[in-house]
């Protein structure tokens, strides 16, 4: 069983900056590909941001490319969301997911263990 804590969510302006962490229970950290997601009002969850077990393999998004940055520390059993040039259209709950797998996902029905999720609101 794994647990998956997301925080840094909040409450920023369009153009500022976020870091998102989520922090996971247990001693295999580094055997999960990680991924994370995000849920907007009235849409289906969608794919953001996945990493390798390992962190040398990333992929992101077309729509968050170039503004988000994954990252994993597997001493601290930690992922990251660097968040820059926030939009408004990237309001949403925050969600990161751990696939056994150890490789990358994209699709969510893959992903085993998901976090509570957390808050992202931009103002424009």
């Known amino acids: 069983q794994v647990q998956l804590v997301e925080t840094g969510g909040g409450l920023v302006q369009a153009g500022g900056s976020l870091t998102l962490s989520c922090a996971a229970s247990g001693r295999t950290f580094s055997s999960y590909a990680m991924g994370w997601f995000r849920q907007g009002p009235g849409k289906e969850r969608e794919f953001v941001a996945a990493i390798h077990r390992n962190g040398g393999i990333t992929l992101h998004a077309t729509s968050v490319k170039g503004r988000f940055t994954i990252s994993r520390d597997n001493a601290k059993n930690t992922v990251y969301l660097q968040m820059n040039s926030l939009k408004p259209e990237d309001t949403a709950v925050y969600y990161c997911?751990?696939?056994?797998?150890?490789?990358?996902?994209?699709?969510?029905?893959?992903?085993?263990?998901w976090g509570q999720g957390t808050q992202v609101t931009v103002s424009a």
């Open positions: 997911a751990a696939v056994l797998s150890g490789s990358i996902r994209y699709n969510r029905e893959e992903y085993d263990y």
